[in-house]
């Protein structure tokens, strides 16, 4: 059935990541894409559904403040969220976290989408927050925004590199993949 080849797929995702060499020291994965409706949120919540079915403990994040996804995915709460810790109203990341239906997987949803996401992803409290996630999570599944039209996912590049770039065929041009990837 679809199902069981779309499972299959992402085990097989799973395995490839498992298998870079970037990733085996870094547990965070940022995951992104050149332009919006890419099927960069899809990738990353199934993702974080697998790793999870390993018995790892993991982490999904929206860090896409812009147009977050993953509470409506992962039917979570969006009340609060990694905006909260961003901008200085919580002081502990581990309130923003809830649990989902799949066991060993957590999510900290994006919160209150703000007037102000470059700003809040260009403070000393993402760098927190990275630190935080890295020492709680065997891996971390950060949803971020996709290259253009805006740099978010520079800013969150300065303190993870390993990058999963989803690219859908026959929709994106190439010389736009190739520039976001140059980014």
Wanted: hydrophobic share 40%; with cysteine; net charge positive.
């Amino acid at each position: 059935s679809d199902v069981a080849l779309l499972s299959e797929s992402f085990r097989n995702l799973r395995t490839m990541v498992g298998l870079t060499e970037a990733v085996v020291e870094e547990p965070i994965l940022l995951v992104t894409s050149s332009v919006q409706e890419e099927g960069k949120s899809f990738v990353a919540s199934n993702l974080a559904v697998v790793m999870a079915q390993l018995g790892k403990k993991v982490l999904l994040v929206d860090g896409d403040l812009r147009r977050p996804r993953q509470h409506g995915n992962m039917r979570a709460s969006s009340e609060t969220g990694l905006v909260d810790f961003l901008s200085g109203a919580t002081a502990s990341p581990e309130s923003l976290v809830q649990k989902t239906a799949i066991p060993n997987l957590d999510i900290v949803a994006c919160g209150s989408r703000p007037p102000n996401p470059a700003e809040l992803l260009n403070t000393e409290h993402l760098a927190q927050f990275v630190a935080w996630a890295r020492g709680r999570y065997t891996r971390v599944i950060v949803d971020c925004p996709p290259v253009f039209p805006i740099s978010d996912i520079q800013l969150w590049g300065r303190h993870v590199k390993p990058t999963i770039f989803v690219t859908r065929f026959g929709r994106t041009r190439v010389p736009l993949i190739q520039t976001a990837c140059a980014r």
